[in-house]
């Protein structure tokens, strides 16, 4: 039995991620947006396209509005200067730092330190 790309990155994730984020995936939680923004930026990150594909099928339609407002504030973004200094980077790297600290102690925090680069003394 082979398994599909589709599957290999689903097994991986949830072998990554802590169990808040499971239970997410699981439906044993309610997903909100920032939930959906956060998981959808660190499946981009991990490269994980299958994955995050899945998650915009499966969960954007509940966000249609949101996701509305958030385009027109990335528009505003772009033509405002003092917007622009608005750094998402920081939230992007605080959203990874915490996704690593949540996963299971181990191979998959050694991992996931080398891929984001994070040194051992944080």
Same mark, same amino acid.
């Given at each position: 039995m082979t398994m599909c790309r =589709?599957?290999?990155e689903r097994f991986a994730f949830l072998f990554l991620c802590g169990e808040r984020d499971r239970a997410l995936l699981a439906g044993r939680e309610k997903m909100?947006?920032?939930?959906?923004?956060? $998981?959808? !930026? &660190?499946?981009e990150f991990l490269g994980?396209?299958? @994955?995050?594909? =899945? $998650?915009?099928?499966?969960?954007? +339609?509940?966000?249609?509005?949101?996701?509305?407002? !958030?385009?027109?504030? $990335? =528009?505003l973004k772009e033509e405002d200067v003092e917007l622009q200094e608005y750094?998402?980077?920081? &939230?992007y790297e605080e959203w @990874?730092?915490?996704?690593?600290?949540?996963? +299971?102690e181990g191979d998959a925090q050694r !991992?996931?330190?080398?891929? &984001?680069? &994070?040194?051992t003394d944080r």
């Open positions: =589709e599957d290999m909100q947006f920032l939930d959906f923004d956060r $998981l959808s !930026y &660190i499946t994980l396209t299958c @994955l995050n594909m =899945e $998650l915009w099928k499966r969960f954007s +339609p509940q966000f249609q509005e949101r996701l509305k407002e !958030y385009s027109k504030l $990335l =528009e750094d998402d980077e920081q &939230i @990874l730092v915490r996704f690593c600290r949540d996963a +299971p !991992y996931l330190k080398r891929k &984001i680069g &994070i040194g």
